[in-house]
């Protein structure tokens, strides 16, 4: 059972839908990301949040935006997207940005989703 | 340019024989980690072991150990006794930067391993 929850696993969804993904953990943890896995592609890091505040934004296409309301919650909230946005969307949480430690980041099962 | 390295798209390992997964990586750092992750086909990333830079010791968990060579800058993941459990994507990935906010960690393309019973 991962500490990092994501809802829903499977999503499909039209180019003219608005639809939202969930992350929580109960970790204690104070960082919060969103990745993206295309097939055959390095996880592309989208979205970082510290203490509820994002401190880093890759570049990521209007069409996507996160939501942090508390540490323990992180939204992204979709619309109109495009067929090449199909991937796999993982959460993940981390203890915070303090530097070099063993912890690594805690991933969720990650939301499958397809726009069709 | 690249910063972490995985050469070996996929392989295919004999069940209980030894696996080892490549990794090469780049940064100017002085200070770093080094992380392996491994994502079965559920889709959870699960975290398998970790090498810091200065960490004068290879670091081993269990069946994993991780074979780190600084000034080759590699860091493969050694696998001993493969498992049929065992098959699933390895990533390898990179903390770098110190405690400021750049503070991130990056993955490989990732290796997929079979193994074979």
């Known amino acids: 059972e991962t500490g990092v929850t994501q809802t829903p696993r499977h999503l499909v969804m039209g180019m003219t839908n608005k639809k939202s993904l969930k992350c929580e953990q109960h970790l204690g943890h104070n960082a919060m990301y969103w990745y993206k896995q295309s097939a055959k592609k390095p996880l592309e890091l989208m979205f970082v949040?510290?203490?509820?505040?994002?401190?880093e934004n890759n570049s990521v296409p209007s069409r996507f935006s996160p939501e942090c309301p508390n540490s323990s919650h992180l939204f992204l909230h979709l619309h109109t997207l495009q067929p090449e946005d199909s991937a796999l969307y993982l959460c993940?949480?981390?203890?915070?940005?303090?530097?070099?430690?063993?912890?690594?980041?805690?991933f969720g099962s990650g939301t499958r989703l397809t726009v069709v | 340019a690249q910063k972490i390295t995985q050469t070996q798209p996929g392989m295919f390992v004999q069940e209980k024989e030894a696996v080892t997964l490549d990794c090469t990586y780049d940064?100017?750092?002085?200070?770093?980690?080094l992380f392996w992750y491994k994502q079965p086909s559920s889709g959870e990333m699960i975290f398998l072991i970790y090498q810091g830079s200065y960490d004068e010791q290879n670091a081993t968990e269990g069946r994993y150990s991780l074979n780190f060579q600084k000034a080759r800058k590699s860091a493969n993941l050694v696998i001993s006794a493969s498992q049929l459990g065992d098959s699933a994507m390895y990533f390898c990935?990179?903390?770098?930067?110190?405690?400021?906010?750049?503070?991130?960690?990056?993955f490989g393309k990732g290796t997929r391993l079979h193994i074979l019973p």
């Open positions: 949040y510290s203490l509820e505040e994002r401190v």
């Open positions: 990935a990179m903390r770098e930067g110190r405690a400021n906010r750049d503070d991130k960690i990056i």
């Open positions: 940064t100017s750092d002085q200070s770093y980690g």
């Open positions: 993940a949480s981390s203890q915070g940005l303090t530097g070099i430690t063993v912890d690594g980041y805690t």
